[in-house]
């Protein structure tokens, strides 16, 4: 979390590999990313990191079953095992009656959960999620929200979020606040002794304080 132009969004494209860092080092599961090459860097775009947008980024002249698919064909997963990976996450995500529908006939919430089955079906150790709840309502927001935690609570999926959404961010178990590109706060949520909406609580003094200008008291 911080203001517009802290750096949030440019840390998540620097993991992605879309920007190379002028400084400093990136490691992911004990490896530099900035070392990686060829088969090496491909294989750690598609298959250990997943992306969520705000604005979907789904191809309109394909389908929600074509969009979330189009990463494993990409990289050869057999249809069997894919077609039984899409079948578990459209369940768990609840858009089974979507899949036919292009995304123009889809709502702004279906359009995120599509996308968010896409960002998951190669099962991927991190999802990068760069505010996937700005293009969205509250009741839309919640129940993309309400998934993503559950998927980290039962899947060990790690989620990276950027968020200006103080609601979003209470289903986080950690913070960081970032200003001028340095990390200069950070909360973490008591689990189980810490309820949500006592962490939201918390999450709105902190942004309050850097609202207005006290950062060095935090």
């Known amino acids: ?44 775009r598609g298959k250990e990191i997943g992306y969520l947008f705000q604005n979907f980024e789904l191809l309109d002249n394909l389908t929600g079953y074509e969009n979330i698919l189009l990463p494993l064909s ?29 995304p123009s006939q889809m ?22 999620a760069d505010e996937p709840t700005g293009a969205l309502d509250s009741r839309n927001a919640k129940a993309l929200m309400e998934k993503l935690a559950g998927l980290n609570r039962n899947s060990n999926t790690t989620i990276l979020m950027v968020t200006h959404d103080c609601n979003a961010a209470s289903y ?15 909360l973490r949520r008591s689990i ?10 918390r999450i709105l003094k902190a942004m309050a304080q850097l609202g207005g200008g006290s950062a060095n008291v935090l």
């Open 172 to 186: 986080c178990k950690r913070i960081l606040f970032i200003q001028d590109g340095m990390i200069f706060h950070e």
């Open 107 to 128: 709502s702004g919430g279906q359009k995120q959960r599509v996308a968010a089955a896409r960002a998951l079906i190669l099962n991927p150790g991190i999802i990068l």
């Open 192 to 201: 189980p002794e810490e309820s949500q909406q006592e962490f939201y609580e």
């Open 74 to 102: 990409l990289h050869g997963v057999p249809e069997k095992e894919s077609r039984k990976r899409l079948e578990k996450l459209a369940a768990y995500l609840e858009i089974k009656d979507v899949l036919q529908k292009f």
């Open 1 to 44: 979390m911080g203001s517009s132009g802290s750096g949030k969004s440019t840390l998540l494209n620097c993991i992605a590999t879309v920007i190379h860092p002028g400084s400093g080092s990136i490691t992911m599961n004990g490896r530099q990313v900035q070392a990686l090459k060829g088969a090496a860097l491909a294989d750690y």
